[in-house]
């Protein structure tokens, strides 16, 4: 188990069974919880539970019981949880604060819902997050317009109070708040063009400086708006941008609770759509990537990296630099089916600079500042005519950054067994690597 095929080394994977959205991401007692939507009975989406997993560093995960099933109000569709230090549920026992999850009860989505709107419920673990109990007064925020759901909870510090941003339909969001995630008020409307359902909200310092704050509010596909926040409404002021332009990017969420000390904001994603014949498992997640909020060429921009853990996995490196880079003549950078890519090219004259990885084609369009990954593309241009590129190759996924991760691209595909090199080439003129480091990386399981 875990080395079939088409099984990825380091991007997680549900055992057996089908994967979606990641949900209820929080960090306590030294683990990361990755829950994610989950049919413990079939590689086909249905019977949605809450699947579970931890870590303790973002890269070797452990999959352990499913955490919340279906019942009487519906299967159990996405949400969030966090880590109620307060204890303003009345959950909590002892010294330990409860970790809360609120989720969507999906009615009709089942027989034993037959008749039931979707609606949006806690659960809550006071052990840490091991086991799981409902709560009994089950749904926490009654239907409001047709399949309304994957709440998304926050802690809003300087109000003391819970914000939940959920998905009502089209491109319609709205906020709540509560005292106590039990009783809600609906005080703010959101519309995000072109997107929809599972959204993330929360603060993020503008160029690392804590003092000056914009809040983040994005849906599935990546569409975010930036803007201000106080408590009760979201006002935007920029957006919508684009967080990812790759096809294979969806329904991305953020970890809750990490703690001030790290300071980072961790996402993971869903690679909605990718393809594993003959496997007892499908679909599979992003590598978790750090965000940040940089000033950059075209304005404030959400950026992702891959989060510095995945160093771990790095074995036989290989570092080149100052490498002359001939039209029509490919360097062969190496071969294999587990990479970390680092590389920092100049231009030069060349028209363009093209990546051959295992058969896939990352290409850098220096005449029209474009860069594609695969059949997408998205406007970029190389700070001070230097390419920056950070990729990651594991077997069945091909994941781009360029810069600070300005732009970014997610790919699955099915390997072909015969295409295993890479290998970087220019077109119409010279091209110079100043500096290349390959590293190979060891299995994550």
């Known amino acids: 188990m875990y080395d079939e095929l088409l099984r990825p080394q380091f991007h997680f994977t549900a055992r057996a069974g089908w994967l979606n959205d990641p949900n209820g991401l929080v960090f306590f007692g030294g683990w990361y919880h990755l829950f994610f939507q989950h049919n413990p009975f079939d590689t086909k989406w249905g019977n949605m539970t809450w699947g579970h997993a931890v870590s303790g560093d973002l890269v070797h995960w452990r999959q352990v019981e499913n955490a919340i099933h279906?019942?009487?109000?519906?299967?159990?569709?996405?949400?969030?949880?966090?880590?109620?230090?307060?204890?303003?549920?009345?959950?909590?026992?002892?010294?330990?604060?409860?970790?809360?999850?609120?989720?969507?009860?999906?009615?009709?989505?089942?027989?034993?819902?037959?008749?039931?709107?979707?609606?949006?419920?806690?659960?809550?673990?006071?052990?840490?997050?091991?086991?799981?109990?409902?709560?009994?007064?089950?749904?926490?925020?009654?239907?409001?317009?047709?399949?309304?759901?994957?709440?998304?909870?926050v802690w809003h510090e300087p109000t003391d109070s819970w914000v939940t941003a959920l998905y009502l339909d089209k491109n319609d969001y709205a906020l709540f708040t509560s005292p106590n995630l039990k009783d809600w008020t609906r005080t703010c409307d959101v519309a995000i063009p072109d997107t929809s359902e599972c959204p993330d909200f929360f603060p993020l310092a503008v160029d690392g400086d804590p003092a000056h704050l914009k809040w983040v509010f994005w849906g599935a596909n990546g569409c975010y708006l930036l803007g201000s926040f106080d408590g009760k409404a979201f006002t935007p002021e920029e957006g919508p941008y684009r967080l990812d332009s790759g096809a294979n990017f969806y329904a991305a969420q953020t970890w809750s609770d990490i703690p001030a000390a790290d300071g980072r904001r961790i996402q993971i994603a869903w690679m909605r759509g990718g393809e594993y014949p003959g496997m007892p498992f499908n679909q599979q997640m992003s590598f978790p990537c750090a965000l940040s909020l940089r000033t950059t060429r075209a304005g404030l921009r959400l950026c992702q990296m891959p989060v510095r853990e995945i160093e771990g996995l790095r074995e036989n490196s290989v570092?080149?630099?100052?490498?002359?880079?001939?039209?029509?003549?490919?360097?062969?950078?190496?071969?294999?089916?587990?990479?970390?890519?680092?590389?920092?090219?100049?231009p030069g004259h060349a028209k363009a600079i093209e990546w051959c990885i295992r058969g896939s084609i990352v290409r850098y369009d220096a005449e029209k500042r474009v860069l594609s990954c695969g059949d997408r593309e998205t406007g970029y241009e190389a700070p001070s005519g230097l390419l920056r590129l950070r990729i990651l190759l594991d077997r069945t996924s091909l994941e781009v950054f360029s810069g600070h991760g300005e732009a970014a691209f997610h790919l699955c595909f099915v390997p072909d067994p015969a295409k295993t090199r890479v290998e970087l080439i220019a077109h119409g003129g010279e091209a110079r690597i100043r500096s290349l480091a390959v590293h190979r990386l060891r299995s994550a399981w």
């Open 70 to 153: 279906p019942d009487r109000l519906g299967t159990i569709f996405s949400g969030s949880a966090a880590v109620d230090w307060r204890n303003t549920t009345g959950f909590g026992e002892g010294a330990v604060p409860p970790i809360v999850a609120m989720y969507t009860s999906a009615g009709g989505t089942s027989p034993e819902s037959a008749g039931q709107p979707f609606t949006q419920s806690l659960a809550f673990s006071s052990d840490g997050g091991e086991t799981w109990e409902k709560f009994a007064g089950n749904p926490v925020l009654g239907h409001i317009v047709e399949s309304n759901r994957d709440p998304r909870i």
């Open 319 to 346: 570092i080149r630099a100052d490498v002359a880079l001939l039209p029509g003549r490919p360097v062969d950078t190496s071969a294999g089916e587990l990479l970390d890519i680092e590389a920092e090219i100049e």
